[in-house]
């Protein structure tokens, strides 16, 4: 609606000193064009006060020119067979190399592998070996200790048989310079007169057992040529008056072993002997009424 109006004006008339007479069938042409020239610059002029007065007095910069965007067809025009060749060739080249490297860490891996395995089959020969030499020592072991037990054992009774011919005696007073053998053979001749005659010969040796100690009498060990004398005294000794008066007490001579059994043993024979049962050793063994004791009890 504007525009129409614009166009409005140019249909003024103009003076008659600018008018000059044209042909006739030119006129109607010339007016025409000086018309629509006239109307288009009122409409730009028009157009660009509008701009003026609606938009801000800031510079605005000149719009950049929009590139065209390339079409499909153009880039695919621009990769040639040459670059995909390249790119594939690449691309093989690097897949060559990771397999190499692969290649190398499998042999490494399958060296390695083998080594462990030699290492493994060694050790465990090895350990096979081991067992088989501590199963050995075992049985070897199982058989030392049943002969140390036997070597023990028959030690000890030869300790015993050999005790069999000794007695000790506790309670007789330690003097300085003393003949204990004299003096052992006068209380042994008290205690069974009828033997007096042969008691000088039944004896062998007489001495005191251990180190010398200030204010304690050691025990005297009697060891008897007769063993027949050696019973005999042993026997009366047990409820001789000769030994209440001299203070003195024999004992049996015993190995360390039956002596520690018997220390364990005692209480049971002390006990039955006080209920009335008829207890007593015979060695390293304890009986109370015919039947043997152990020291477990």
Known sequence: MSSQKLIKPAKLKLDSKEK??????????????SVHDYAMEVTMQSKRER??????????????????????????????????????LNLEKRVDEKLADL???????????????????FNSEEVNECK????????????????NGDLKERVREQERYRMRWCLRIKGIEEKKDEDIRSHVVQILAKIAPELETKMDE?????HRMGKKMDNKNRIVIVLFTQRRVKEEIWRRSKNSLICKEEGVRFA???PRE?????????????????????AFFRGPYGFIDGKRIDPEG
């Open 202 to 206: 039944a004896v062998d040796i007489v």
């Open 258 to 278: 039956d002596l520690d059994i018997r220390r364990k043993l005692w209480p049971q024979i002390d006990q039955a002997r006080r209920a009335g049962k008829q």
């Open 20 to 33: 000059e007479p044209l042909p006739n069938f030119g006129k109607k042409e010339e007016a025409r064009h």
């Open 51 to 88: 701009a003026d007065r609606s938009l801000p007095s800031t510079p605005s910069k000149t719009p950049a020119e929009k590139k065209a965007k390339p079409t499909f067809d153009s880039e695919k025009s621009e990769i040639s067979n040459e670059v995909i060749l390249e790119a594939i």
């Open 103 to 121: 290649s190398e860490q499998s042999k490494q891996s399958s060296a390695m592998i083998a080594s462990l395995t030699k290492a493994i089959q």
């Open 132 to 147: 088989k030499r501590v199963k050995d020592l075992e049985i070897q072991n199982d058989l030392l200790r049943k002969d």
């Open 252 to 254: 049996e001579m015993l």
